[in-house]
């Protein structure tokens, strides 16, 4: 590159050293010669060898405009680049019109665009010069031969640089001027088609752009106001002389035109700056620029690219379908940004092949070559603004120069529209988060390095109580109880601060006392330098997640119990079936010994064996009564009975406690329509919870099991009353709530009193605390007394008359229980076979024919209801004659098998009076 020789004016030395070494190091080819005022640089620059002068505006003996009047006075050919430090639009403009080829503003960063706006200033100043010295391309409009070849002569002889064309019909003129670009356009006023006058309008109409210089006869004389109306540069007349004056007149009127456009183009950028500075929008700034932009350089379209994230997008534009401009958007790598920014003036065909973009044409025309330019910022290009027109036009040097100062504006403005719009929008998004923060249920804050809250949100504010003005200075710590402050001191506040992240369960402390378990992410916000700026938590109250934790921990306690109930009663059911057989052979072998010895010494023994047996039979029926799961079976009840078999089933671990047991039963109660295995269920609850509370008190322990009739009310009721600790007043309200309970995890479901409270209610009665807190508990069981429907058409139970004379088939795996039905049914003459299983009962009756089959239900090989199944196969008509006997009263399947088939059922232990009671109901077709 050809070195540039500089003559830099500048008073202040710190700027010298800066500029110099700027310059050394990015633009060696530029060198600088150094002077310090106006009267050093006019006195250097007079001597003919700098090709730029750069110039401060301010300056020791004078300004920037005191030296641009001294070289314009002496006549001085040399391009001047003043710099500013305030970028003040007045001065600028100033600037311009006293003949600065270029301007700078000390902004940050300003030095690195010096070396180009140098080398474009000196461009600018030889493409000038050259302009001066180049052709002027001269359209000539005239239909006389003989004019036409004297002003041809004319500019021969007295300027050799004009270029002339000639035409001889108006509208050929016209079709030229809108395909070719001329300089001027020389008119005589008479043309064959249309007269001067005619083609001012047309071109008006059109549009069109050219200086027009009117050539008339002396008789037109009055027509050249008409034409100067239109918009004439000038007028001649033709006379003697004229043609000699033809040269200097396009001159005068190219010079005007151009001082014209740079004066109006100075208006339209002070017009805009000052409309800038009051102009916040973006949208705004890019739509009153790229008017301007039209406005300046008279130009009929205009397109404004802003540049961000590495593209260059269309943002407003005027004279360009909507269609065609908006596609025209560029990827841009750093290096092509860096290099338009640097280069200012831009070649938009070249911009747009190396980015993929369309030709030029297809966005201003085929005639039309665009004018470009690029705005500069401190941080590089900020946007690329394009003119241009569909029609022929060459852009001169001041409109190079004027749209270059129009993109330095622009660009400062567009910056700080830019900047108000982000923080517009970051102030927006700020008032939308607090929004969000205000709207949320969780507790949000922000506090200080010294841990003292700076924000917190509604939600927290509801959560401990605390206004605002309040919370805001409130320390941290200070919302945890006293006791768990040492905790926020010793371990959250060190661990927050070395992993800038806490999370974790704590609890807080509200303003009214209450403490609030809660769940924290607190989180320790850094700088760009790493250092913590602030702090911030999100809290959320597990007041109700604990809650129903702890619910469903009872739940799942409660589930685990149902579950081990649920094995119990299968456990129960096989003990029951394994008890019964043996206790069906003592019942009865005792009933039968008490009846031989009736009347005899051995009668008294034989009374205590039954009595024991029974006995043994009550306490496992009772046993099994807490496992059974059946629908209500409602038949007479008698309250007492109720009381002495939960008393007698517990009896033992109530004398194991050491608990004294009482019964203050009142004889006569009124007999009640009710399911006897709830109610057993009821009292073994209440009488089993009371022995709980009495192990925890000294003793003497007492429980009392009391029953009162109360005739007027037509109710029975039942008291189980410890002398234990009692109730709290603090639970008494929740004791009969589902799953509530007292007791350690493991030991209790808390589902017993809600059971028996729905089991009374069931009953049409109630349940409740009678006791005083503090002196023992008093549970009552109030029942209504209910006669029983009149439609079941059931009898009450006598003796049924005995049945004798059947054949009979017994099948049962107990040799015991096969020969007490043996004596049982002999004794009452009937003949009696046995067999141990199913299979050998089939044998049996395909030898023999039976009147009656007793059958047991769990037996080897073919169980009761397998040989049942089996008769309904081959000897339908026995099914009717068939008695299911089981000591497993709790099995589902029996249960539903005997519902099925209607098989009448002998539970075990039985005595004889039950035996004949089937027999009857069998021989007489009963079931």
């Known amino acids: 590159m050809d070195s540039i020789r500089v003559l830099y004016v500048e008073g202040d030395p710190a700027d010298q050293e800066a500029t110099h070494r700027h310059l050394v190091r990015h633009a060696p080819h530029i060198k600088l010669t150094v002077v310090g005022t106006v009267a050093e640089a006019v006195e250097r620059v007079t001597i003919g060898d700098m090709d730029v002068m750069l110039a401060d505006y301010r300056l020791p003996d004078g300004t920037g405009l005191d030296l641009l009047d001294t070289v314009k006075s002496r006549g001085l050919e040399v391009p001047v680049v003043l710099v500013t430090g305030s970028g003040d639009a007045d001065i600028t403009v100033r600037l311009l019109k006293a003949g600065a080829t270029d301007y700078l503003v000390k902004r940050p960063g300003y030095l690195a665009t010096l070396p180009v706006v140098l080398e474009s200033a000196l461009r600018w100043f030889c493409t000038a010069s050259e302009r001066r010295r180049a052709p002027i391309r001269v359209l000539y409009a005239e239909h006389h031969p003989e004019d036409m070849a004297l002003t041809l002569r004319a500019f021969e002889d007295h300027d050799r640089r004009a270029r002339v064309e000639t035409v001889a019909l108006a509208r050929e003129a016209l079709a030229k001027l809108k395909t070719v670009h001329y300089d001027v356009l020389l008119l005589d006023n008479r043309m064959p088609d249309l007269s001067g006058i005619e083609v001012l309008k047309e071109l008006q109409a059109d549009g069109i752009r050219i200086p027009v210089v009117m050539v008339a006869g002396e008789s037109d004389e009055d027509s050249a106001v008409q034409a100067f109306k239109l918009g004439v540069a000038d007028y001649l007349i033709k006379r003697e002389g004229y043609l000699a004056k033809l040269p200097s007149t396009i001159e005068n009127v190219l010079a005007q035109r151009r001082l014209a456009d740079e004066k109006d183009g100075l208006a339209v950028l002070n017009d805009l700056a000052k409309s800038l500075i009051t102009t916040k929008d973006l949208d705004e700034v890019l739509r009153r620029v790229v008017n301007a932009a039209r406005e300046l350089i008279k130009a009929e379209a205009s397109v404004l690219w802003l540049f961000e994230a590495g593209v260059l997008w269309p943002v407003a534009w005027e004279g360009i379908e909507d269609r065609a401009a908006e596609p025209l958007r560029f990827q841009v790598t750093p290096n092509l940004a860096e290099r338009l920014a640097l280069e200012r003036k831009i070649s938009l065909r070249r911009l747009l092949a190396q980015t993929g973009g369309p030709d030029p044409t297809a966005v201003f025309g085929t005639a039309g070559q665009p004018l470009s330019v690029s705005f500069v910022g401190p941080e590089g290009l900020v946007a690329v603004l394009a003119v241009g027109s569909p029609r022929p036009r060459e852009f001169t040097a001041i409109e190079e120069r004027l749209l270059l100062a129009l993109a330095d504006h622009a660009a400062v403005a567009v910056e700080n529209a830019r900047l108000y719009r982000r923080l517009r929008l970051e102030l927006e998004a700020r ?86 378990p809660v769940s924290v992410v607190a989180v320790a916000h850094r700088g760009a330098d790493g250092a913590i700026e602030f702090l911030s938590a999100i809290v959320r109250d597990m007041t ?90 409602r038949q007479l009840v008698r309250l007492n009975d109720i009381a002495r078999d939960a008393a007698e089933l517990l009896a033992y671990h109530l004398r194991v406690d050491r608990i004294e047991v009482a019964l203050d039963l009142t004889e006569g109660l009124p007999v009640l329509w009710a399911d006897p295995h709830q109610l057993h269920q009821v009292v073994v609850n209440l009488v089993t919870n009371a022995r709980d509370e009495l192990r925890k008190a000294p003793e003497p322990r007492l429980l009392t099991l009391r029953t009162r009739a109360d005739a007027v009310r037509g109710r029975v009721s039942l008291d189980v009353e410890d002398t234990g600790p009692g109730i709290s007043a603090e639970i008494r309200d929740r004791i009969f709530e589902p799953f509530f309970t007292t007791k350690p995890v493991g030991q209790g479901t808390g589902l017993g009193l809600s059971l028996c409270h729905g089991i009374v209610e069931g009953h049409g009665g109630t349940l409740c605390l009678v006791s005083e807190p503090g002196h023992g508990a008093i549970f009552r069981v109030e029942l209504p007394v209910v006669a029983p429907p009149t439609t079941s058409g059931k009898r009450a139970p006598g003796a049924p008359p005995v049945v004798k004379g059947m054949r009979i088939l017994v099948v049962d795996d107990e040799r015991l229980v096969l020969q007490l039905l043996g004596e049982m049914l002999g004794a009452d003459h009937h003949t009696v076979d046995t067999v141990a299983d199913g299979t050998q009962a089939l044998e049996q009756l395909r030898r023999s024919s039976y009147d009656l089959i ?64 089937v027999i009857q109901l069998v021989a007489s077709g009963g079931r």
């Open 431 to 516: 008032e939308r988060l607090t929004a969000i923060l205000e709207a949320t249920t969780d507790l949000v804050a922000i506090a200080d390095l010294s841990g003292r809250l700076q924000y917190l949100n509604a939600a927290g504010q509801a959560l401990l109580g605390l206004a605002a003005d309040d919370a805001l200075g409130h320390p941290i710590a200070g919302l945890a109880p006293e006791r768990l402050r040492p905790v926020v001191h010793d371990e959250i506040w060190p661990t927050l601060i070395r992993d800038g992240l806490w999370t974790g369960e704590a609890v807080l402390l509200a303003r009214d006392g209450r403490e609030v």
């Open 544 to 633: 109700e997640r604990k809650r129903i934790d702890a619910e469903l921990r009872r739940q799942r306690e409660a589930l685990y119990q149902t579950e081990k109930l649920a094995t119990m009663g299968t456990v129960l059911a096989g003990v029951a079936h394994e008890l019964n057989n043996p206790l069906t052979a003592v019942t009865g072998y005792a009933n039968l010994l008490r009846q031989e010895l009736a009347g005899t010494p051995s009668a008294t023994r034989a009374e205590a064996i039954a009595h024991a047996a029974d006995r043994c039979a009550s306490i496992v029926r009772n046993f099994l009564a807490l496992a059974r799961k059946h629908p209500p079976e």
């Open 854 to 917: 007793l059958s047991d239900v769990r037996m080897p090989y073919l169980d009761g209801p397998g040989l049942y199944r089996a008769l309904e196969r081959r000897l339908p008509d026995l099914c009717r004659r068939f008695v299911l006997m089981t000591g497993d009263v709790l099995s589902a399947e029996i249960q539903t098998f005997l519902e099925q088939t209607g098989v009448p059922g002998l539970s075990k232990p039985f005595d004889r009076g039950e035996v004949r009671r």
